[in-house]
């Protein structure tokens, strides 16, 4: 019997060794799958880490180009505010200047562009721009002027208008026509 309890203890000892051999060999497996899967994983956790940085720096760029331009557009605004309100203060200037130096800008102006017939019309308010005013001007011109009895929907100064065309001698196109040859210089002196 000894002989069989050999051989029953071999085969117990063999069939444990096997499954000792097999259950190692699934621990292992399933070590190599669990360290395949965890690598996976991280590297897909990793890619889309990389993923949403990248895209959220794109999203922050942008925001930060968009800001840039925002802020360069209300600098823009700013400047020309500037700029406008320079303009805006000359025409300002001219309209209540005492009436001595008005006539006398307007007088330069109309006789610098006036044509022989032209009628003169003043504004609806301008009281400074009479018929005798216009007499002198037309003497100083040496060209038939007069005061036209329409007065325009303007502040100051005149529109010269014959058979063929009327001429803008508005303060706001005067101011205006200003602007349009110093607004670089303007632009310049107030550092803008």
Known sequence: MQGKQKIIDDIISSAKATAAS?????????KAELDALRAELDAAQKESLDRSDAAAKELFDGQ???????ANKALLAAKQACVSAVYYGVKRKILSAPDGEYLKILQAIIVRYCEDGDEVIAGKSDKRVTAEWVKKVSAAAKKKLTLSKEKGDFE??????????????????????LKEQTVYDTVAYLGL
């Open 22 to 30: 097999v259950v190692a060999e699934a621990e292992a497996e399933v």
């Open 64 to 70: 930060v180009k968009l800001g840039e331009l925002e």
């Open 156 to 177: 100051g100064g005149v529109i010269l208008r014959n058979a063929k065309y009327d001429r803008d001698l508005t303060v706001d196109a005067i101011v205006d026509e």
